[in-house]
């Protein structure tokens, strides 16, 4: 069947109070931005607390759908059939002919569950239920009804027109990017940051990033490989605008005048340092990380404490509690596990001692760098001055 | 300053290459097979394009089949040869250093149930003739042997080779994988008694997408690919015109001036290696290839550094081997010629073409010995 419109269901923005209008308009913007780029012609509107898209044009069915699913807000898309107000003697025959159309294979149980906005429609809605019942069983013979836990629920919506959907294809849920300010995202080119950026970003927080290029111990592949890994979270956040910090002076820095089995914990500071400058100065609320409880000896809950004393923002960091194969599942419903795993140092393997400390101290740690002092202020405003930024979408 | 020396991974195409393809593109873009002028034009650059690499070769212009590239070449010649030929054994020979597109092709033969013997090779990387001698057997169909090494530039003996092989059973093909040679030495198929040998287009300045097998008269081959049955049923699907007329034109530059191009590439490489080896801890394990050159860097934990610091100076060239350090990935033929353990990541390859000149070397040079001092100071503590 050929739908020419769909009915987008959203759940928990209904719970925000007189917010509401504010987060429905954010969830339209977002699926007309999503839309704007597919092929054929779609309008956005808003009816009785409903989002409908209607398509006006040829469109591709797949297309339309695996873009809607990017849209954080959205819990379900409906394929809906929609018709005129007409008297029950036509519509249960655009009924028959809807469940015949849709289900090559009629053997399956069924329940109408019809809706009567439109007061003034002549038929109470059990009677609608009740004599749709009748109508596709005479209809079709291998149906059965089920009260109860019904294959196929068949929707019937009768408003100024009718609307008839059986079908409801998931959404990503979360709420409308836009609705929950900005953060700024450490993105490198591992597996764990953009996972990191789309679980945030799933809670209607905008995104910038943040990524630290050290050539010439980095490559330019490495930095287009973030790139891409921004583009490809952008397909649910929406633009990013990422910041490239060129980190290579500061990291030469740190190896040359620091205890080496504390060179990773001290660069980590600084990215946090320069991340929340950053953050400051762009308005962001939070920064975004995409640490695990000890996946690595700068991740244990020790470096966590003393990286995070760096940090005027709040630290989201939604993988702190998840395993590596849960995070990779992540990585790879969202497509970005592919480009994670592409073989580009992003940072040197001389920069990586033999054995990292897993429980510094913070006063060791500040002492450290304490060695970096007369130099350091002034390479980390040099490191921000000259920051390359890329809106990516 | 930008300087080129990546050559052995591709060339610029030579602007008398792109004016003759424009022309092909635009005007005579016929289809060879078609039966009207249009098609007629088309085929005369084709087979134009066959007489000048016949030449070349010192072939016959039929024995030229014009394929996508080095690569498809390389598996035509190994597949299409070892499956046309395996009812006289399933035993074939090449070496440890060869280019992954004859090796890949070789280990698939091996799951279809041939047998490989991969020869060793010397400290310069040339295979060892007494290895081949005692390789051979009555069951062996098939000889593989690259002529120049991509990575270090050696250079293989393919006339002692062929006059061993044909020797011991004049039945075995010979195949030469020549994509890094042709154009850089002069080869003579009857001379090295070759029956197969492979070339690339963008080598030599001329297009990506398009290279040819020489494929001696009588030698059976398979083809890979079918259709419509174009270049005598080896290998179907409309002749790519403007790269076929592109490579000949490279072709020619390379050879029709072959005395002066090759000094010209020989002096520079030969220049870069002196003045680069001057330096500190370096040394070059470079063959005797007119345009490659590999030189290794004491005290550099990762060459992939030393390249992209250099990049940045407009210096372009090609890790020795590739590494990471989540999939150490050294090379083979570094390791075949047994080059010291710190030297496996440590190496850089500086490759030339006819467009190469005494002052990119100079430059070169110049920013190499900037970037050492800096780059050793990050050692692994």
């Known amino acids: 069947m050929d739908f020419k419109s769909f009915l987008i269901k959203y759940a928990e923005i209904g719970t925000k109070g007189k917010n509401r209008y504010v987060f429905e308009d954010i969830l339209c913007r977002n699926i007309r931005h999503v839309l704007r780029p597919i092929d054929g012609k779609f309008t956005v509107r808003k009816e009785y607390g409903r989002i409908f898209v209607d398509c006006t044009e040829e469109y591709d069915y797949d297309e339309l759908v695996d873009s809607l699913q990017h849209v954080f807000g959205i819990v379900g898309i409906c394929p809906v059939l929609v018709v005129p107000d007409q008297p029950w003697d036509e519509l249960s025959q655009v009924i028959v002919e809807f469940v015949d159309q849709c289900y090559e294979d009629k053997h399956f149980t069924f329940k109408s569950h019809c809706r009567r906005i439109n007061k003034n429609y002549p038929m109470h809605s059990n009677d609608v239920n009740m004599e749709c019942g009748a109508v596709l069983l005479q209809a079709f013979p291998e149906l059965k009804v089920d009260v109860h836990k019904p294959d196929v629920m068949i929707h019937i919506e009768l408003r100024e027109q009718i609307y008839i959907y059986s079908v409801t294809i998931p959404g990503p849920g979360g709420l409308p990017v836009g609705t929950n300010g900005t953060g700024m995202l450490l993105l490198s080119g591992g597996i764990d940051s953009p996972v990191a950026g789309y679980m945030i970003a799933k809670r209607g927080v905008q995104l910038e990033a943040v990524y630290f290029d050290a050539p010439p111990h980095t490559s330019l592949q490495a930095k287009q490989k973030v790139i891409d890994l921004a583009r490809q979270v952008s397909r649910y956040s929406g633009a990013i605008t990422l910041h490239i910090v060129h980190f290579t002076e500061i990291q030469e820095e740190i190896y040359h005048l620091c205890p080496e089995d504390e060179i990773t914990i001290i660069m980590r500071r600084y990215m946090m340092r320069i991340a929340n400058k950053l953050a400051d100065k762009d308005q962001c609320q939070a920064l975004i990380t995409g640490e695990s409880i000890g996946q690595v000896a700068s991740q244990t809950i020790f470096s966590l404490q003393v990286t995070n004393a760096v940090c005027e923002y709040p630290v989201f960091r939604p993988c702190i509690g998840m395993d590596k194969q849960e995070i990779v599942s992540v990585a790879e419903k969202i497509k970005t596990y592919e480009t994670s795993i592409l073989p580009y140092e992003d940072c040197c393997t001389v920069f990586v001692a033999k054995h990292p400390v897993t429980k510094p101290k913070l006063a060791d740690i500040e002492q450290s760098e304490t060695l970096l002092a007369d130099v350091i202020d002034a390479m980390i405003d040099r490191a921000i001055e000259t920051r390359e930024i890329i809106k990516v979408r | ?381």
């Open chain 2, 1 to 381: 300053m930008e300087v080129y020396f990546d050559n052995a991974a591709t060339t610029q195409v030579a602007p008398e290459v792109v004016r003759l393809m424009d022309q092909v593109m635009t005007e005579d873009y016929g289809n060879p097979s078609s039966l009207h002028a249009k098609g007629a034009i088309a085929s005369k650059y084709v087979n134009d394009a066959r007489a000048i690499i016949a030449k070349t070769l010192k072939c016959d212009p039929k024995e030229i089949l014009f394929t996508s590239g080095g690569t498809e070449s390389n598996n035509m010649a190994l597949i299409g040869g070892a499956l046309a030929n395996e009812r006289r054994g399933k035993h074939i020979i090449s070496t440890r250093i060869e280019h992954a597109s004859v090796y890949n092709p070789l280990l698939y033969l091996e799951k279809q149930g041939f047998e490989i013997t991969f020869l060793p090779v010397d400290r310069n990387g040339r295979v060892d003739l007494e290895e081949l001698k005692n390789a051979l057997r009555p069951d062996t169909i098939l000889v593989s042997v690259m002529m120049v090494n991509n990575e270090i530039g050696a250079v293989e003996p393919i006339e002692e080779i062929g006059t061993i092989v044909k020797k011991y059973n004049h039945e075995i093909l010979i195949h030469i994988d020549a994509i890094q040679a042709y154009g850089k030495l002069k080869i003579s198929v009857n001379k090295a008694k070759i029956d197969l040998l492979s070339v690339s287009g963008h080598k030599i300045h001329g297009p990506k997408g398009i290279g040819f097998l020489y494929i001696r008269d009588k030698v059976k081959v398979h083809p890979l690919v079918y259709g419509g049955g174009q270049q005598r049923d080896l290998r179907s699907g409309t002749e790519n015109v403007p790269g076929i007329a592109g490579l000949a034109k490279a072709a020619q530059i390379m050879y029709d001036n072959y005395n002066e191009t090759h000094s010209r590439m020989l002096d520079v490489k030969n220049r870069f290696v002196e003045k680069v080896t001057e330096l500190d801890g370096v040394l070059s394990n470079s063959g005797e290839a007119p345009h490659i050159a590999s030189i290794s860097f004491q005290g550099i934990t990762r060459a992939e550094t030393l390249l992209h610091a250099l990049e940045a100076s407009g210096v372009y060239c090609s890790a020795g081997s590739a590494c990471s350090s989540n999939h150490p990935a050294i090379s083979g033929t570094l390791k075949a010629i047994g080059l010291d353990d710190e030297y496996l990541q440590a190496t850089l390859r500086f490759s030339f073409s006819i467009y190469s000149t005494p002052e990119e070397v100079d430059y070169a040079v110049q920013v190499i010995a900037e970037e050492l001092p800096r780059l050793r100071g990050f050692v692994k503590r």
